[in-house]
C-alpha cells in the first residue's frame, strides 16, 4: 500500500520535500530552520488532533501523535517566547470520517520523517547552536525506518479489509492541503 500511495501522490513529492530539503543547503541559517518548524506545526498540531478524534482510528503508541509539542520545544529553544508559541497559526483540519482516511492524511505526516535524520545532521554540522533544538527531528533517531514499515503494515491490512480507493484519495487531499498551508504560511518574526 505504501508504494501505491507513494505512486498516487509521487506529483506532489518534490514539493513537500522541498521544504524541508531546502535545510539542506550550505548557507542555511536558523531564522529558515525556524520558520519551517513554524510551517510544520501548522499543519501537525491540527492533524494529530483530528487523528486523536477520529472513530476508530487507533495508533500502538500514542507518542506519535504528539509530535507537535517537540516542535513548540524546538521553537523556545531557538528563542520563541512561550506566549508567542501559544498563538501559532495552524491549518484547519477536522476530525475524519473513518481510519482510512486518517491513514491516509497520516501517511502523508509520516512520509516526511524519512528525511529528518539527513537534515538534522546537515543542520548540527552546519549551524552547530542547532543541537539542542532538534527535538522533533530527534524524535525520529533509530525508528524512521521501522515507523515506516510498520505504518505499511497497518495500511496493508486497513486497504484489504477496506480497499485503498479512501486512503488514496485522503492522501491526495492531505498533500493539496499541506502545500495550501505551507505556501501560505508566513515566518514570525525572531523571538515573538
Given at each position: 500500500m505504501?508504494?501505491?500511495?507513494?505512486?498516487?501522490?509521487?506529483?506532489?513529492?518534490a514539493?513537500?520535500d522541498g521544504?524541508?530539503?531546502?535545510l539542506m543547503a550550505?548557507?542555511?541559517t536558523s531564522?529558515?530552520?525556524?520558520s519551517?518548524?513554524?510551517?510544520?506545526?501548522g499543519?501537525?498540531?491540527?492533524?494529530?488532533?483530528?487523528l486523536?478524534?477520529t472513530?476508530?482510528f487507533v495508533?500502538a503508541d500514542?507518542r506519535d501523535?504528539?509530535?507537535s509539542?517537540?516542535?513548540?520545544?524546538?521553537?523556545?529553544a531557538l528563542?520563541?517566547?512561550?506566549?508567542?508559541?501559544?498563538r501559532?497559526?495552524?491549518s484547519?483540519i477536522?476530525?475524519?470520517?473513518n481510519a482510512?482516511?486518517a491513514l491516509g492524511?497520516?501517511?502523508v505526516?509520516?512520509?516526511?520523517?524519512?528525511?529528518?535524520?539527513?537534515v538534522?545532521?546537515?543542520l548540527?554540522?552546519?549551524v552547530?547552536?542547532?543541537?539542542?533544538?532538534?527535538a522533533?527531528l530527534?524524535?525520529y533517531?533509530g525508528v524512521a525506518?521501522?515507523r515506516?514499515?510498520?505504518?505499511g503494515?497497518?495500511l496493508?491490512?486497513?486497504?484489504w479489509?477496506?480497499?485503498?480507493?479512501v486512503?488514496i484519495?485522503?492522501?491526495?487531499?492531505?498533500?493539496?492541503?499541506?502545500l495550501?498551508?505551507?505556501?501560505g504560511?508566513?515566518p514570525?518574526a525572531r523571538?515573538?
Open positions: 505504501l508504494a501505491r500511495l507513494d505512486a498516487a501522490t509521487r506529483d506532489h513529492h514539493e513537500v521544504y524541508w530539503l531546502d550550505q548557507g542555511v531564522e529558515q530552520y525556524s519551517q518548524l513554524v510551517r510544520v506545526y499543519f501537525e498540531a491540527p492533524l494529530e488532533s483530528a486523536a478524534y472513530p476508530g495508533v500514542r501523535l504528539t509530535r509539542g517537540l516542535i513548540v520545544q524546538d521553537l523556545i528563542g520563541m517566547k512561550a506566549a508567542a508559541a501559544s501559532l497559526p495552524q484547519e477536522a476530525p475524519f470520517a482510512q482516511e492524511w497520516w501517511y505526516s509520516e512520509r516526511q520523517s524519512q528525511l529528518y535524520n539527513a538534522k545532521r546537515h548540527i554540522a552546519r552547530p547552536q542547532l543541537a539542542n533544538a532538534c522533533f530527534g524524535s533517531d525506518a521501522a515506516w514499515q510498520q505504518l503494515s497497518v496493508d491490512a486497513q486497504s479489509k477496506y480497499g485503498e480507493d486512503m484519495s485522503a492522501a491526495r487531499n492531505a498533500f493539496a492541503h499541506a495550501d498551508w505551507f505556501r504560511t508566513q514570525l523571538g515573538a
